[in-house]
């Protein structure tokens, strides 16, 4: 079912909205904030997770009236896995081979912890802010990529900044993960396939907590170097293995 674009922004963006700040939303309730105090730290998180994407797929169901098949198909995540992991593993090599040259594996690893960090907080985050916040908003409106993407940039960066614990290092905590949020997008956009972004955040997420590099995103000159080196590859891999792909599709459409 199509839309007119400004109902498929005027439920989106709501939406994006609450679920970025599920957490702040259900803290006040006491079962939610005893958890948080008396729990590992990831129970209750889970928790604001999980209903983050129940209201962004119960927003696609008021704009497309679609099932869970079509939600995935609009989302980006029926497109291919394999690839995209074998996209991630290469694009971030320069983290993990800086890394294992420069610290050692930290040997207090908590697995559930590690998996929550590294494998289901940035499968929830490229699900919102990727694919419903940026794919599914490209598509049910139309517009160009560069005037849908900022939305959720900001508020993925917003969403990082509690993690700093002076005003600097909050504003280039919303600057690093803002642009990191805008660079995930596009990866998104190019490929059509919200895996790329997951796969990629996912080792990115995996070689910084294996090896200790620091709490937050800020990690000094040598981690941001990397990490940049990351974020390059992984454009540069992007124009070399979709720009044929858009060009035979433009060739197509113009017959």
Not at 177 to 201: K, P
Request: aromatic content about 12%; proline content about 5%; glycine content about 8%.
């Amino acid at each position: 079912m199509r839309r007119n674009p400004w109902t498929i922004v005027g439920i989106t963006l709501p939406a994006l909205i609450i679920a970025s700040y599920t957490h702040e939303i259900i803290s006040p309730v006491s079962g939610y904030e005893w958890l948080h105090s008396h729990q590992p730290f990831y129970i209750a998180e889970s928790i604001d997770k999980v209903l983050g994407v129940v209201v962004c797929v119960f927003a696609m169901w008021l704009m497309y009236r679609t099932d869970l098949r079509g939600t995935s198909r609009e989302l980006g995540l029926s497109a291919p896995v394999l690839p995209a992991i074998a996209f991630g593993l290469v694009a971030s090599l320069p983290m993990l081979i800086g890394f294992a040259v420069t610290r050692n594996v930290n040997p207090h690893i908590d697995i559930v912890s590690l998996l929550f960090l590294t494998v289901f907080s940035p499968l929830v985050e490229e699900i919102e802010f990727r694919g419903f916040g940026v794919l599914q908003l490209q598509r049910g409106t139309g517009w160009p990529f560069w005037i849908v993407v900022w939305p959720s940039a900001l508020l993925f960066g917003l969403g990082h900044v509690e993690q700093g614990e002076s005003l600097e290092e909050m504003l280039g905590l919303f600057l690093l993960t803002g642009a990191g949020g805008v660079t995930f997008a596009w990866l998104v956009y190019r490929w059509q396939n919200l895996w790329v972004a997951t796969a990629l955040h996912v080792v990115t997420n995996l070689w910084w907590r294996l090896f200790s590099v620091s709490k937050n995103a800020i990690g000094g000159w040598f981690p941001f170097a990397v990490q940049n080196l990351t974020m390059v590859l992984a454009i540069l891999i992007t124009l070399c293995r979709t720009e044929p792909r858009r060009a035979a599709l433009s060739s197509d459409s113009a017959r």
